[in-house]
């Protein structure tokens, strides 16, 4: 079985509609726009996104539709940037031929890349009959593409439009059919202005009996107007008012330099998504994957870029594994540009390669820069004829199994699952853009970050998830250069300029990104220093998975001697690289009084130790008290509420030929906590802490388990001897 998507690609495209008066309905069958007499003609000469777009909008409000120019290729210029288009007058002149003599008959053309349709075929003819003209165009704020011709128009009233926009006009046919064979017209030459002569030219006007629709009644162009006009949602519909005139017009055009506006109007209208009935345009054009066997399975092809050292590495690689897709429908295109990351890659490969259909992978000593080698990926992916182009960057993690599957099934061109900072803002996607091109918050950024609507959208910038149907790849080779546009900008931009609509969706929890903009590797395990910047997989490493019900209210815990309590706190990960991370500093203390780390110099009670500051993790360790030490504290000895203030924090080493003991003390503290490092009978033998007024030993610690206990008068302790091997223990003086 193969897959069968229907994906656009680029043209430029016009509407006609075509109204004949007399059209009657049919009472119980359902109703179009042939039925009330009305044809949508649209010139396209290739299919893109914002067609597809444009056509949903025709057939939500039964619209029928014939396509002209179709196949033909495009001979109007480049008219985002510049004057042209006169290719859409001649493609016209054809294919309106045969309606000429139709003089009953309606026409209504409107361009369909950056147009949507709301409201239906009755509502259109309403507007139409108000204007008591034969053409009316639509109007906008500026004058295009010749300034100088400001100063002929009209003269309106304020709030209303004075130019014409040949993006939308309405007429009946014998006279647009004339309008636009009055004059010869070159494919280059730019429509707007042949239709802005005729207008101006008053003996035509009057002729054919022209009119501007300047209160945006039938048509809206969104350029130079975006404060005037306003979302508006009532039940499932959705429609924009304009704020200025009160008006509700039919045509939304997404004219000039405003297209990422429009598209993220555009994102809720044609009922598109709505406060109560959430995105309805998310269930459409959609795949299953659930009936396909294994072996048809689209063939995807997966890029990860490494460009800079990024905390917790061999997580991202196990989720990108534990991906609920088969491996062997999988090629992997790893680039790696950081040396601090080798070991990970390896690893990574060690233990996956053999699964997926290939592997590739691009070490530091053979890295190209961050633009060539995403150009290249393309590349490989289209020359391994792959279906599916996944660019993962190293920051994305895709903790969802389904992450990929979902992509696939949402059917789109470009899409990314919507990944943000765990309780942050930040995420891969911007909802609006500057003038220059650059970020700007549109108004429901924060709504779609919060899942507080939740849909699939039309964005003008995405970045470290990517999903790219095979259909656009052609395109988009090259496609991360452009100027000096930095590859994400470069990329999101030259989709732009193709019509390819970029899409981030959060109709799912998809996973998360990671911060690494402060990430250091200077230390052994730089890892274990993220618990600010990347506390959730700070804690899914380093914390107990049963941690949590330490803090249930009906949950026991177990008290080996009287008000010494004992639970599980952090993994034996952490307990393992924090032990590699001291004896990588290696400078213990000398078990002596005299220590130069205190403030007075002198130590009462001395142990082998090192102290966290020395190791640059004293904010961190205080930090860990107080998210996850106190909590259980405010359970054991209710009533005490404090701020975590502890001075001393250290790991103590115990060994028979060192310091194999503690004599017999009370702790410079309110509580004292203690928690074991590493195993007891296994890598050390004795050891153990005994609280001398209970007679009473805690010998058989576990690591990662934390001993909680008062600290002065009732709880004087000692600790007892490392017979072999060596002890580690963490020890903290809390509010001394």
Excluded at 328 to 336: A, G, P, Q, S
Excluded at 677 to 692: P, S
Aim: hydrophobic share 35%; net charge neutral; proline share 4%.
């Amino acid at each position: 079985m193969a897959l069968i998507c229907r994906f656009f690609s680029l043209c430029l495209p016009v509407i006609f509609v075509i109204f004949p008066p007399w059209g009657s309905e049919r009472v119980g069958v359902h109703s179009s726009s042939l039925d009330d007499g009305l044809l949508l003609v649209t010139i396209a000469t290739e299919e893109t996104d914002g067609f597809k777009r444009f056509m949903r909008s025709a057939r939500k409000y039964d619209l029928d539709v014939k396509v002209f120019g179709m196949g033909e290729k495009w001979k109007g210029g480049d008219v985002s940037r510049f004057a042209g288009g006169g290719h859409k007058v001649n493609i016209l002149k054809k294919g309106l031929e045969k309606y000429k003599d139709k003089k009953d008959l309606l026409l209504m053309f409107t361009d369909s890349y950056d147009v949507v349709l709301t409201n239906d075929a009755k509502e259109i003819l309403k507007l139409f009959k108000k204007f008591n003209a034969r053409v009316v165009f639509s109007a906008e704020s500026f004058v295009w593409p010749d300034a100088s011709l400001a100063g002929q128009y009209p003269v309106v009233k304020q709030n209303e439009k004075r130019y014409l926009c040949s993006g939308g006009f309405i007429g009946y046919a014998q006279d647009i059919y004339q309008i636009i064979t009055s004059g010869s017209v070159k494919d280059k030459d730019d429509d707007q202005l042949f239709y802005t002569k005729i207008y101006l030219n008053e003996k035509l006007r009057r002729k054919w009996s022209i009119k501007l629709d300047n209160r945006g009644e039938l048509f809206q162009n969104l350029n130079g107007a975006l404060d005037e006009v306003a979302l508006k949602f009532k039940g499932a519909n959705s429609f924009m008012y304009n704020v200025k005139t009160g008006s509700t017009p039919v045509v939304i055009h997404g004219n000039g330099p405003i297209k990422h506006e429009f598209n993220r109007m555009a994102n809720y209208l044609v009922d598109s998504w709505t406060p109560t009935h959430g995105c309805a345009s998310c269930l459409e054009d959609r795949i299953s994957l659930k009936d396909y066997k294994k072996e048809d399975l689209p063939m995807v092809f997966v890029a990860i870029f490494i460009e800079h050292a990024t905390p917790f590495m061999p997580e991202f690689f196990e989720r990108l594994a534990e991906q609920d897709y088969p491996k062997d429908r999988i090629d992997v295109y790893l680039h790696n540009m950081v040396d601090y990351h080798i070991k990970d890659v390896k690893e990574f490969i060690t233990n996956h390669q053999a699964g997926y259909h290939s592997v590739q992978v691009i070490q530091p000593d053979r890295a190209s820069n961050d633009r060539d080698s995403r150009n290249r990926a393309i590349g490989e992916c289209l020359h391994r004829d792959c279906q599916y182009y996944l660019a993962l960057d190293s920051e994305a993690h895709l903790t969802n199994p389904k992450a990929l599957q979902l992509l696939i099934e949402q059917n789109r061109s470009v899409i990314a699952p919507l990944l943000s900072r765990p309780g942050k803002l930040w995420s891969n996607f911007w909802g609006g853009l500057t003038i220059n091109g650059f970020y700007a918050r549109s108004e429901d950024y924060l709504d779609i970050v919060n899942g507080l609507k939740v849909g699939l959208w039309n964005v003008p910038y995405i970045r470290d998830a990517i999903l790219v149907h095979a259909s656009q790849l052609q395109k988009l080779k090259g496609a991360y250069r452009k100027d000096n546009l930095e590859p994400d900008m470069a990329f999101c931009a030259n989709a732009r300029a193709q019509g390819i609509f970029l899409y981030v969706t959060n109709m799912a929890s998809y996973g998360h990104l990671i911060d690494s903009t402060t990430y250091s590797t200077e230390r052994l395990h730089n890892d274990l220093y993220q618990i600010f910047n990347n506390r959730l997989d700070w804690e899914k490493r380093y914390i107990h998975e049963n941690y949590s019900k330490n803090l249930l209210p009906e949950f026991e815990v177990q008290q080996p001697c009287p008000d010494v309590f004992w639970f599980p706190v952090t993994t034996e990960t952490y307990c393992k690289h924090l032990i590699e991370e001291v004896e990588h500093y290696g400078k213990w203390s000398n078990g002596k009084n005299e220590d130069s780390r205190l403030d007075g110099g002198y130590e009462n009670v001395p142990t082998r130790d090192i102290h966290m500051n020395q190791i640059g993790m004293e904010q961190e360790w205080l930090h860990f008290l107080r998210t996850f030490v106190a909590p259980v504290q405010l359970k054991l000895f209710p009533g005490y509420y404090h701020d975590s203030r502890s001075i001393m924090n250290f790991v103590v080493r115990y060994r028979p030929d060192e310091q194999p003991n503690l004599r017999p003390h009370h702790d410079s503290s309110t509580f004292t906590i203690n928690l074991a490092l590493n195993r007891q009978g296994i890598d050390y033998e004795g050891g153990g802490c005994r609280f001398i007024r209970y007679n009473c030993s805690v010998i058989q610690t576990r690591v990662g388990w934390m001993m909680m206990h008062p600290g002065r008068l009732t709880h004087y302790h000692e600790g007892l001897y490392t017979t072999k091997g060596t002890r580690y223990i963490m020890i903290a003086f809390v509010e001394p």
